[in-house]
């Protein structure tokens, strides 16, 4: 497996190939990310045969570069911003067509943007707002957020496939907004099974929210290339 850093935007992005790309994986990441990245993309690869580049993004950030609107702490001092929408901006308009332009990838290459957290739900947003991610890998994401359940049930999801998990502690917390977790991101698998043409699946893990975060990444990743391509297998099978 290749890995280069790329310099994107004024960004220096982590890319992981393994071949000829048939898929381009994008994470937002933070510092403890970056720590399990190389255990991360190497499960991804082990679980998959399918050839991908993995494309791994600096947030500084965190509260106000992924979250949509602006909404009171939860958690620590810092209050959430409304920058999901210029990452998005990043991302569509500066991060693909350099790595497409890169690894001479056409624009039908799937595209899965996912991530953990409030990464996580960064990535559901974007699956909202635009059609160019195939498939989003949101582990443990943050649905919690406020307003996020009602905005999801108001609006259409524009992707193909969502992967949805939590650790199996997660919801038992001392805050009281952190611990609806578990109940939000249940009604969340609930909304999107009975959306047409979406693939979805929620999975539990062993643990809090803070452990095993490169593995769960990894899986998210994995399940939606095999969701993926088991839609083009099922397409071309009924074109034949």
């Known amino acids: 497996m290749d890995k280069t850093i790329y310099s994107i935007d004024g960004r220096d992005c982590l890319l992981y190939s393994t071949g000829k790309p048939a898929y381009m994986l994008v994470q937002p990441v933070d510092d403890h990310d970056r720590e399990v990245l190389d255990e991360q993309v190497t ?5 998959s045969q399918l050839p991908f580049v993995f494309v791994a993004f600096p947030v ?5 570069e992924l979250s949509p609107w602006d909404s009171p702490a ?5 209050d959430f911003g409304h920058g999901a929408a210029g990452t998005l901006y990043f991302v569509e308009n500066e991060l693909l067509p350099a790595v497409r332009t890169q690894f001479h990838l056409s624009d039908e290459v799937p595209v899965i943007l996912g991530g953990y957290s409030l990464a996580a739900l960064f990535s559901l947003w974007s699956g909202w707002q635009t059609d160019i991610f195939s498939a989003v890998a949101a582990a443990s ?8 359940l009602d905005y999801a049930r108001q609006q ?3 992707t193909k496939a969502v992967y949805l998990s939590l650790g199996d502690r997660e919801e038992r917390t001392r805050n009281p907004i952190m611990a609806t977790v578990g109940g939000c ?3 969340q698998y609930a909304h999107l099974e009975i959306l047409p043409h979406i693939q979805t699946t929620l999975e539990w893990n062993k643990g809090n929210h803070f452990q095993h975060t ?27």
């Open 60 to 64: 500084v950030d965190w509260n106000g």
């Open 214 to 240: 490169g593995q769960r990444c990894a899986k998210a990743f994995a399940w939606c290339m095999s969701a993926l391509a088991k839609e083009t297998d099922g397409a071309s099978s009924t074109r034949g």
């Open 141 to 148: 994401p943050s649905v919690w957020f406020p307003g996020w």
């Open 185 to 187: 991101i249940r009604q």
């Open 156 to 158: 259409q999801p524009m």
């Open 43 to 47: 499960a991804i690869a082990e679980a």
């Open 74 to 78: 939860v958690f620590g001092p810092d």
